[in-house]
């Protein structure tokens, strides 16, 4: 499990990104795969939520989204048996987990320290360039946040050097901004594409300050 060195401080949250490891999942899902939608067997999965669940400290059943590349974000305050298709999760109450799975996407927290508020947000290219992160932040403000209050961690995800790209991807980031063309590179004819640097500036243009990047 991987914490973020700024939410460590805080002893009234919990938190961690999780990697493959650790899972009792076998076959092509051996890992710690966390996944309801995808045809591992259910009682492995539901083994592997639990095995989170120990880890962060909580009992409740943790809440997690049918993802689908949006920008849609739902507010929670109780584990529910209706199932949630978006990509953003936002709660403010006490001992309620949360949480979003990735592969090579974004996982994005977000914590009010003042508010005492948590929000977990799935961002790949799409979500990213749909601008999630600004509408998770937006979702913040109508909530009381203060954007000096709200601090933001990046996930583990891909990284640019891996990140290829088509000339057309590059150009619907450029038809949507100019200033985007910072998030790519070239080498050897090949194009690259930096989501964490795009969702970083996202962040950084909203005048969110408390911002790190794993």
Known sequence: ???????????????????????????????????????????????????????????????????????????????????????????????????????????????DSKKNIIGAVHAGWKGAYKKIVTKMIDYLKKKGSKLNDIYTIIGPCISQRNYEIKEDFKKKFLNQSKTNKRHFKQKNNKIYFDLKGYIFQQLKSIGIKNIEII
Do not use: E, W
């Not at 939410?7 to 890992?31: P, T």
């Not at 710690?32 to 909580?58: A, F, M, P, Q, T």
């Open 1 to 111: 499990m991987i914490k973020s060195k700024n939410l460590k401080k805080f002893n009234n949250i919990s938190h961690g990104f999780f990697n493959n490891v650790g899972g009792v999942s076998s076959g092509i899902y051996k890992s710690l795969n966390c996944g309801i939608g995808s045809y591992d067997r259910k009682k492995n999965v539901v083994k592997n939520l639990k095995i989170v669940s120990k880890k962060i400290g909580v009992k409740k059943k943790i809440i997690l989204l049918h993802q689908l590349h949006s920008k849609k974000i739902f507010f929670v305050n109780k584990v529910s048996k209706k199932n949630l298709f978006g990509d953003g999760l936002i709660t403010n109450t006490k001992k309620l987990a949360i949480g979003i799975l990735t592969a090579d996407c974004a996982p994005i927290l977000f914590y």
